[in-house]
């Protein structure tokens, strides 16, 4: 089912500008531009402001206080600049007559590369299946956390609860359209908010009671582990800040989406310093190298008893819960699309049997593997290292530069040109550098665990 390579001009021919789009059912069921700009706002705080939040403080572990603000900072600058050039070129590319609804498009469109359209290809199904493996592992974690709560000595292990989320994703995974979700996320955007103010007041009241952890905030010993936790620790930032997936997003906005992004982007940045600094701070400061890769699990250890009111904690457990369902479905909206547009009839209805049933078997099927990989291998801080390096790096830190330069065309005496092209490289570094350190440390924590682990691994 693998996409064909576009033309130069995909929605365009004789005719005059996007007609050959009223024939493509992945941009006519999936991809509807009907949305303002806040709408894309809270897709964007969906697709980027989630429980990832929470391994925050895993992330700081490894890489101390002063590295860790700079490097979350420095993400944080980069990415926005980074999504703000890539809207820069949509809007540059719809004003020439050719507005992308795919970020692939976009990517072979620009660059003149057919190899460049399955590269991206490649890295969003990357993204894609590793968001959706991680939300599913994550709440399935959830689940199993009010679990042991109300039963500490109950039999269900972690792949029951993985399952269970599994079959309820599967149900709202038949939810037709990106623009469909916009009240769920703006559900998503409050609740990423309300347990970012849970998990707050419950750090501080750890970190003040009488049971307060220990805290070191040392790194280890070891130069060469050093070096490779920083790396992992810079790729989990990076996996926090990335989406891969904002020319989809500004495809559900109606024409002209010109300038519209960027206001959406305000939206979601504003939500994220609110939420990463405070999550980041307070988790850290209380449990520094003990942070485990769900902030939660250290609040809650499996010996003794919580360490703020249970039902701060519980509360926030559920807020969690709730949104990784959204997030769920908003990483799989690029594997849809393109499942749509290969098998859909986009002359017959969208819930017509003929596309309803191939919709509901392929997307159910989608669901099912993405939960048996997240029983199988439960490595949720590992997963989201390896997904940061592979996926969130190559598609926001570079990509959008190199597409910016050669739209564009800024001048090698400018600062912009010099800006991008430092950006590029440095992260193309870092890249490298994080997924060889994200890898040796999945593959470490492999032969350690076993498959269909009952815990979910650091």
């Known amino acids: 089912m693998m996409p064909e390579p576009p033309n130069p001009q995909p929605f365009l021919d004789d005719d005059g500008p996007e007609p050959a789009r009223d024939t493509d059912a992945g941009a006519v069921f999936v991809l509807q531009s009907k949305g303002q700009w806040w709408h894309a706002g809270f897709h964007l705080t969906t697709a980027i402001v989630g429980p990832t939040i929470l391994t925050l403080p895993y992330a700081f572990r490894g890489l101390g206080w002063p590295v860790g603000f700079l490097c979350l900072t420095a993400m944080g600058i980069v990415t926005f600049y980074s999504y703000y050039l890539m809207s820069k070129v949509l809007d540059y590319c719809e004003k020439a007559g050719r507005r992308h609804i795919r970020f692939r498009e976009l990517a072979a469109d620009v660059l003149g590369s057919g190899w460049m359209f399955y590269f991206v290809i490649f890295i969003q199904t990357a993204i894609n299946t590793g968001v959706g493996i991680g939300a599913i592992l994550l709440a399935g974690e959830c689940l199993k956390i009010m679990y042991t709560e109300l039963s500490p000595n109950g039999s269900l292990k972690l792949y029951h609860f993985i399952a269970m989320v599994t079959v309820v994703m599967i149900v709202i995974s038949q939810l037709p359209s ?9 559900g998503s955007l409050l609740l990423s908010l309300g347990y970012s103010f849970l998990v707050v007041v419950a750090c501080v009241y750890a970190g003040t009671s009488k049971n307060a952890p220990q805290r070191d905030y040392s790194l280890d010993s070891s130069a060469s582990i050093r070096v490779f936790n920083a790396f992992t620790s810079i790729s989990i930032i990076a996996a926090i800040f990335g989406n891969g997936i904002l020319p989809e997003i500004q495809a559900t906005l109606a024409p002209p989406a010109t300038g519209k992004m960027v206001k959406g982007l305000v939206m979601c940045y504003t939500v994220i310093f609110i939420t990463f600094y405070a999550t980041a701070v307070s988790g850290y400061w209380v449990f520094g190298n003990k942070s485990s890769s769900n902030i939660l699990e250290s609040l809650m250890p499996d010996e003794g008893p919580s360490l703020a009111p249970t039902w701060v904690l519980g509360l926030a457990v559920v807020f969690v819960l709730l949104q990784l369902l959204a997030i769920g479905l908003v990483y799989s909206q690029v594997a849809y699309e393109i499942m749509e547009k290969n098998s859909a009839d986009v002359n017959q209805g ?19 593997l993405c939960g048996f990989f997240a029983a199988m291998l439960p490595f949720f801080g590992d997963i989201s290292g390896v997904v940061g390096a592979v996926g969130f790096i190559p598609l926001d830190f570079v990509l959008p530069m190199l597409l910016y330069n050669k739209t564009h065309k800024p001048t090698k005496s400018t600062v912009t040109y010099w800006l991008n092209m430092s950006i590029m490289v440095v992260f193309t570094g870092v890249g490298l550098m994080g997924t060889f350190s994200s890898v040796r440390k999945l593959v470490l924590d492999a032969k350690e665990f076993k498959l269909f682990s009952d815990d979910v691994i650091d």
């Open 178 to 186: 990106f623009h469909s979700l916009r009240h769920i996320n703006l």
């Open 350 to 368: 969208m819930f017509s049997k003929r596309n309803l049933i191939p919709r509901i078997i392929l997307r159910s099927v989608y669901m099912i």
